[in-house]
């Protein structure tokens, strides 16, 4: 009985509709960050070329990216509770049989929910909502490692899905012959591209964190790899859909 209504509801409408939160939320996110690493690129180039009106115009865009990001970071705690509370972080139904997920993937959903949360407390810090002292650095360090585990376990599933696809295995890791016909190709480059991306986001992550950003230059230097990598992940969509 309890099967047969979670497998309803994973079929029902609000369990699509917390799917389809959860990936635009992600384009949106993206989105913010490049108007922020884009505005702070303008800002830190102005403070190097000592125009400091300019600056403050800039800072102010970015920050304001910068909130919108933080709120979206918080509202995106809600459909990753919704995958857990329900199962479908570790559970999906494939033609009406119950598998479990991947360990990565269960890994990274965990971890994913738990940097939400850890981030969004810390933001709601950095708003003057309330004071943690000494543990927001605490905080702050613990998110960016949970961050950086996340982007290596995505690029670890995805060169070992790319080299499967490689090797034109199915799921059950039986030879194909006819890779044109599974999208076998498509499927290895849009892995490879998943896993650049990747890298360029572990290089940004620091940055994204405020590490590193101590002079002007490095304030370039990091607004400028974060605003490659934010591109790079909308270059890849449109790739991907094109």
Same mark, same amino acid.
């Given at each position: ?36 690493? /884009? #505005? *702070?690129? %303008? ?9 400091? =009106?300019?600056?403050?115009?800039? !800072? ?5 990216? /910068? #909130? *919108?990001? %933080? ?9 990753? =509770?919704?995958?857990?509370?329900? !199962? ?26 738990? !940097? ?127």
């Amino acid at each position: 009985m309890a099967n047969s209504m979670l497998a309803d509801y994973f079929e029902s409408s609000p369990s699509k509709f917390w799917d389809s939160v959860r990936g635009g939320a992600e384009y949106t996110d993206y989105a913010f960050g490049l108007g922020q690493n /884009g #505005a *702070a690129l %303008g800002r830190n180039l102005s403070l190097w070329r000592g125009d400091a =009106v300019t600056a403050a115009k800039f !800072g102010a865009i970015s920050d304001s990216f /910068g #909130a *919108a990001g %933080g709120t979206l970071g918080a509202i995106r705690i809600v459909p990753q =509770v919704e995958q857990l509370v329900t !199962g479908k972080m570790f559970w999906k139904l494939e033609d009406g049989t119950w598998k479990v997920n991947d360990p990565i993937s269960i890994a990274i959903g965990v971890l994913v929910l738990a !940097g939400r949360v850890l981030s969004s407390v810390n933001w709601l810090h950095g708003r003057g909502t309330y004071d943690l002292g000494k543990y927001s650095k605490v905080l702050s360090d613990t998110s960016l490692r949970i961050w950086g585990v996340v982007t290596t376990l995505d690029t670890v599933q995805n060169i070992r899905e790319g080299l499967a696809d490689s090797m034109q295995l199915d799921a059950n890791g039986n030879e194909v012959v006819d890779k044109d016909k599974f999208g076998y190709d498509v499927r290895r480059q849009k892995r490879f591209a998943n896993i650049f991306c990747n890298c360029l986001d572990t290089i940004a992550l620091p940055f994204d964190f405020g590490y590193f950003m101590s002079t002007p230059a490095l304030g370039v230097l990091g607004s400028s790899v974060g605003t490659i990598a934010k591109s790079a992940f909308f270059a890849k969509e449109i790739w991907y859909y094109a």
